[in-house]
């Protein structure tokens, strides 16, 4: 029988309602797609590098949808890390975002 850990998880919209403390957050997709929007405070560590990824702040990772996010988030609690998946991802974002790396 499997056991599915549950990640800390938080919505898109509650992450924005976060920005104004300057949180830490990992954006898990690859290189082209943060460059074709990303959240401004955001840095790009894609999922395949994440195991390198070192914090000892609370951190949250997004990715498109919520899928490779979660994972990055079960790896980096492995880990030992605070950190916090955003459900839905860049796809439910509503906020500001910016082009480019």
Sequence with gaps: MLFFNKVNTITPHELQDKLSENPTIIDVREVHEFASGHISQAKNIPLGQIAQYE???????????????????????????????????????????????
């Design 55 to 101: 914090s000892d702040q609370p951190t949250y990772v997004i990715c498109h949808s919520g899928m490779r996010s979660k994972q990055a988030a079960k790896v980096l609690e492995k880990k030992g890390l605070d950190v916090t998946s955003v459900s839905g991802g860049m796809a439910h974002w509503t906020g500001p975002i910016k082009k480019g790396r």
